[in-house]
């Protein structure tokens, strides 16, 4: 008998497990750009559980291991800025990623209000692109960083509730 992913909201109790999975995850895009300072790899525990309080934080569960997560927050001017969507290796290309993108755009939306969504990835981050592009994310622009990384800015407009 197999166990289902579940999608709930975080609390400061998966602060820790988020932080190791988000080290596990960003590990490759460290890699990719060659820069093993970005800031989710080195985000602390504390900074982790603030946001935890302060914004929308959602964990994927396969049973009680956490498998995924997700973080947003909504301007005042109602763009959802949407980050740090890590899944475990081992669960990707299952459509996980895509779903924590789903219900973090929902309850942003049904919560918070959210009239678009703006997300942000690396210029080599082709399946991360893939990802955004299948979801309905355009491209507004692409800033240079460094001269390793741009960073390439997705948006989309929220479906209204209702509609």
């Not at 740090?84 to 929902?106: K, S, Y």
């Not at 703006?118 to 800033?143: D, I, K, N, Q, W």
Request: net charge neutral; glycine share 10%.
């Amino acid at each position: 008998m197999g166990m289902s992913v579940t999608i709930d909201k975080a609390t400061g109790q998966d602060a820790e497990y988020i932080l190791k999975l988000q080290y596990l995850c960003y590990q490759s895009e460290a890699e990719l750009y060659g820069d093993y300072s970005i800031d989710p790899l080195t985000e602390t525990l504390a900074e982790l559980r603030a946001e935890v309080a302060d914004t929308c934080v959602l964990v994927a569960r396969l049973g009680r291991e956490v498998v995924g997560s997700v973080r947003g927050r909504v301007d005042a001017d109602g763009t959802a800025c949407i980050g740090r969507l890590i899944v475990h290796p081992r669960m990707q290309r299952h459509g996980l990623g895509g779903r924590l993108l789903a219900e973090i755009e929902r309850r942003l939306a049904a919560e918070r209000d959210a009239a678009r969504y703006r997300l942000f990835t690396g210029h080599r981050s082709e399946g991360t692109l893939r990802l955004y592009r299948r979801l309905g994310y355009a491209p507004v622009a692409t800033e240079e960083i460094s001269r390793q990384l741009s960073l390439v800015t997705l948006e989309k407009d929220a479906i209204p509730a209702g509609a």
